[in-house]
């Protein structure tokens, strides 16, 4: 059997009959048993092509395109199994960009395995699901894509389902069970890429589960190569897990990643006449030599200098660059000048922010929108003040993206969160507040009519 998968960004179906996060291609056109939909789905809820393809819709050509072609990474691709390079960890400062290169490592061995007997699956760790992204799930996820990618559900595993379907409620599978489920998907192929972003975010008390069922799992299956990302500190528990048996690379971003993102933002400026020969070379020196170790505190600085709307007020944000300017700093700076926009505009980030930061789950746009055009004291819905999603998001500053494929809403960066749970003052009283609008919104009439 040749099978071929990877993610493609026009594929989000799920089942037979529709476009799926992988590309298969069978000799035998194996099709799924006519329960996958509810198979894959007890496998587990996560999927992880969506957070893939949010992030993949946000890279910039030619950023980043140097990790590919390191020693370290070329040697995790193609060492041969049984070595002692299959686990390749790579670490970096937060804001370093890490999230955006997983998705670079990932479309390239997706690029790489056409046609081949080698499949490709990922995990995105989010801190705004960790919640959903128990060791279990996780681990699930892993199972349904490398089954998406063999094109049929191996038998251990339908009839798991079928056992399981009818104990109370149908009961979900546990990790040792996955591990097997995962051991049988595997054996049919060559390889297998799994990558996995972000570890740090995972909650402390899954962390244990998660690395120890990889290591597991790399222990009884040949084939299998690991690239996980994270936070420098989770080195410790890579080698704890792993035994040593990792191999390390540190993520910087290179200097003509910053130079290519900067000329790109500069090319886009929607105020042209605020810029000037002399603004734009000591933009491009002064902020790539300054910060250029952290790429989302490039992203916030140059956003910072290109809402001013004069030559002179750019001059003098850029000078802040130069006294040292931390993440802290950055989102400080912003939160001021989303402060210093009209009350409107300065009132609607401000409450979104809290929303979102205080949410116990991510939250659709819908529900949002909805939640910040609830006026106290008011017996029913005004449709007419519901913010449009443009102006919600030009009122956040860029601190709050969406994520077009599930509309759901969430923080630019975790480092983002941890300001605002460092800095309690930002907010007085979220949860009162989010309290009332959630009370008054379930007495609004048109809800006590359904």
């Known amino acids: 059997m040749t099978t071929s998968a990877h993610l493609r960004p026009s594929d989000t179906g799920t089942g037979t009959g529709h476009k799926n996060s992988f590309n298969v291609t069978n000799s035998y056109n194996t099709t799924y048993v006519d329960e996958e939909p509810k198979i894959v789905q007890w496998l587990s809820p996560l999927e992880p092509r969506v957070r893939h393809q949010d992030v993949r819709t946000r890279r910039m050509e030619g950023v980043g395109d140097w990790f590919l072609q390191t020693e370290e990474f070329l040697n995790w691709r193609d060492g041969k199994d049984g070595d002692d390079g299959a686990v390749l960890f790579c670490s970096g400062a937060p804001g370093a960009g890490k999230t955006y290169l997983s998705s670079l490592a990932i479309d390239s061995l997706c690029d790489q395995v056409v046609g081949k007997n080698v499949a490709v699956a990922c995990l995105y760790i989010d801190f705004q699901t960790q919640k959903e992204q128990t060791p279990e799930n996780m681990l699930g996820a892993l199972v349904k894509q490398i089954v998406r990618a063999l094109g049929s559900i191996p038998s251990e595993i339908d009839e798991a389902f079928q056992n399981a379907k009818g104990q109370v409620g149908g009961r979900g599978p546990l990790i040792p069970e ?7 998907s595997l054996a049919p192929l060559d390889r297998a890429y799994i990558c996995i972003d972000a570890v740090d975010e995972c909650l402390p008390k899954h962390l244990p589960k998660l690395l120890g069922s990889l290591y597991a799992l790399s222990q009884q299956c040949d084939g299998i190569r690991l690239l996980i990302t994270g936070r420098p500190h ?14 390390y690379i540190d993520f910087v971003p290179k200097r003509d990643d910053i130079i290519i993102y900067l000329q790109r933002m500069l090319n886009d400026d929607s105020d042209p006449d605020a810029m000037n020969p002399e603004l734009r070379a000591g933009i491009m020196q002064i902020v790539t030599e300054s910060i250029s170790e952290v790429f989302l505190l490039v992203s916030l600085r140059i956003a910072t200098i290109l809402a001013e709307t004069t030559i002179y007020k750019r001059q003098e944000q850029l000078k802040r660059v130069t006294n040292g300017f931390s993440l802290d700093d950055a989102y400080r700076a912003t939160l001021e000048r989303m402060e210093n926009q009209n009350t409107g505009k300065a009132k609607l980030g401000k409450a979104a922010l809290m929303w979102i930061s205080h949410s116990e789950r991510p939250m659709k746009v819908d529900e949002l929108c909805d939640a910040l055009g609830v006026e106290l004291k008011t017996a029913d819905v005004t449709r007419d003040n519901i913010p449009s999603t443009q102006t919600l998001l030009a009122s956040c500053l ?4 969406v994520d077009q494929e ?24 979220p949860y009162a507040k989010m309290a009332e609008v959630c009370l008054t919104y379930l007495n609004f009439d048109c809800v006590n009519k359904l």
């Open 234 to 247: 989770v080195q410790t528990d890579i080698k704890k897990y792993f035994l040593g048996g990792a191999r």
């Open 398 to 401: 860029g601190l709050v993206t």
């Open 406 to 429: 599930e509309s759901t809403v969430r923080l630019v960066h975790f480092t983002l969160q941890e300001y605002f749970d460092s800095h309690s003052e930002t907010f007085h009283n």
């Open 178 to 184: 996955l591990l097997k489920f995962l051991k049988t």
